[in-house]
């Protein structure tokens, strides 16, 4: 793995004393579960607040936000320590640039990715958009053939502007439904996952306010509209994603330089056409044996019919022809 520089996670005591002690009860429990490091992966569409999302859980402004589209493609890693946990959040470039997928910026986030485990997706939007279209499909489909379908299972689909006041006099739980259910059709199709596949468990949806502007409880916690103080809310989905029983993503030689992870199902195929030629085989030996009983069936006949004629014909035979 490459080295980098884990510093100690002075950003908590930044957060108020009720999201600390929140966080750092998360932090005790997987502790308790053997779990000392966790790597979150962050992705999504350009502008959508991948940076801030990583700023906010940290406490920090490690990553540059920009309301304009960021120049760099790299990757950041950061890497912050506590009590023996350690937590890197990887933040990653937009995923479109001018309407198509930048597969260089794909390319690189892989590269960047070598050698190391994924434990938990955030699958980055903004709650505030009012359609899904082909290129979320688009950019659901990057992620899944770069990674692999079982990415979903670690995913958590994260909204940020989640501070907002629904438009067409919906409130704010219809919203959310309907957004989180659009969003959830567009994984699914995106990565070709069957409805059932990830209704149980659902992929989780965490909803964020990157803002300044967010407002706070009587804890001054940052809050939604709903009265959830997202933080510790987003952390602790994080520690059930990663407890569900599903695989971490593991970028090794064979994702980076293989074929589509999703395609090794298609291995069975030379298995699948030797079945049918041997399949083929018998059959043709059932020609043969039918061909055979045949031959044999035509020669008793034949010999029936040489016995009839050495045969002495009876009188009446004879008769009947003129010889008596
Ligand atoms: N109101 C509000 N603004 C946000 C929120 N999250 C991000 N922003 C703003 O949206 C703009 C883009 O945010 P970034 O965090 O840079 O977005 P990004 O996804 O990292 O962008 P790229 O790295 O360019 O792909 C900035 O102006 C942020 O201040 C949020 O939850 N609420
Ligand atoms: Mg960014």
């Given at each position: 793995?490459?080295?980098?520089?884990?510093?100690?996670?002075?950003?908590?005591?930044?957060?108020?004393?009720?999201?600390?002690?929140?966080?750092?009860?998360?932090?005790?429990?997987?502790?308790?579960?053997?779990?000392?490091?966790?790597?979150?992966?962050?992705?999504?569409?350009?502008?959508?607040?991948?940076?801030?999302?990583?700023?906010?859980?940290?406490?920090?402004?490690?990553?540059?936000?920009?309301?304009?589209?960021?120049?760099?493609?790299?990757?950041?890693?950061?890497?912050?320590?506590?009590?023996?946990?350690?937590?890197?959040?990887?933040?990653?470039?937009?995923?479109?640039?001018?309407?198509?997928?930048?597969?260089?910026?794909?390319?690189?986030?892989?590269?960047?990715?070598?050698?190391?485990?994924?434990?938990?997706?955030?699958y980055v939007d903004?709650?505030?958009?009012?359609?899904?279209?082909?290129?979320?499909?688009?950019?659901?489909?990057?992620?899944?053939?770069?990674?692999?379908?079982?990415?979903?299972?670690?995913?958590?689909?994260?909204?940020?502007?989640?501070?907002?006041?629904?438009?067409?006099?919906?409130?704010?739980?219809?919203?959310?439904?309907?957004?989180s259910a659009a969003?959830?059709?567009?994984?699914?199709?995106?990565?070709?996952?069957?409805?059932?596949?990830?209704?149980?468990?659902?992929?989780?949806?965490?909803?964020?306010?990157?803002?300044?502007?967010?407002?706070?409880?009587?804890?001054?916690?940052?809050?939604?509209?709903?009265?959830?103080?997202?933080?510790?809310?987003?952390?602790?989905?994080?520690?059930?994603?990663?407890?569900?029983?599903?695989?971490?993503?593991?970028?090794?030689?064979?994702?980076?330089?293989?074929?589509?992870?999703?395609?090794?199902?298609?291995?069975?195929?030379?298995?699948?056409?030797?079945?049918?030629?041997?399949?083929?085989?018998?059959?043709?030996?059932?020609?043969?044996?039918?061909?055979?009983?045949?031959?044999?069936?035509?020669?008793?006949?034949?010999?029936?019919?040489?016995?009839?004629?050495?045969?002495?014909?009876?009188?009446?035979?004879?008769?009947?022809?003129?010889?008596?």
């Open positions: 793995m490459a080295t980098q520089l884990i510093r100690e996670w002075t950003g908590i005591q930044q957060f108020p004393p009720a999201t600390q002690s929140k966080l750092l009860e998360l932090l005790g429990k997987l502790k308790q579960e053997n779990v000392s490091t966790l790597t979150i992966l962050v992705m999504g569409k350009g502008g959508v607040g991948k940076s801030s999302t990583v700023n906010s859980i940290l406490g920090e402004r490690v990553a540059a936000v920009s309301a304009f589209q960021s120049e760099g493609l790299r990757p950041v890693i950061c890497s912050r320590s506590r009590a023996g946990f350690t937590l890197n959040i990887i933040d990653t470039p937009g995923l479109v640039e001018g309407g198509y997928i930048n597969e260089r910026a794909l390319d690189i986030i892989k590269r960047f990715l070598f050698n190391r485990t994924i434990d938990v997706l955030l903004r709650l505030d958009a009012y359609r899904v279209d082909n290129l979320d499909r688009q950019v659901i489909k990057a992620i899944t053939d770069s990674f692999g379908k079982g990415i979903w299972h670690r995913a958590i689909t994260v909204l940020t502007h989640a501070q907002l006041s629904p438009p067409d006099g919906l409130n704010y739980d219809e919203f959310f439904t309907r957004r969003l959830l059709k567009v994984v699914r199709l995106g990565a070709r996952i069957k409805k059932q596949e990830l209704q149980d468990p659902a992929m989780p949806i965490a909803l964020v306010e990157n803002s300044g502007r967010c407002n706070v409880n009587e804890s001054g916690e940052k809050v939604l509209p709903n009265g959830t103080a997202w933080i510790p809310h987003l952390v602790n989905m994080i520690t059930e994603v990663i407890s569900n029983g599903s695989k971490p993503i593991v970028v090794d030689k064979k994702l980076i330089e293989g074929p589509n992870p999703n395609d090794r199902g298609k291995f069975f195929i030379p298995l699948i056409l030797a079945f049918q030629a041997s399949y083929s085989k018998s059959y043709f030996l059932l020609i043969h044996h039918l061909y055979k009983y045949f031959f044999v069936v035509k020669k008793i006949q034949q010999k029936i019919k040489e016995d009839i004629a050495l045969e002495i014909p009876p009188d009446w035979e004879l008769r009947d022809v003129g010889f008596s």
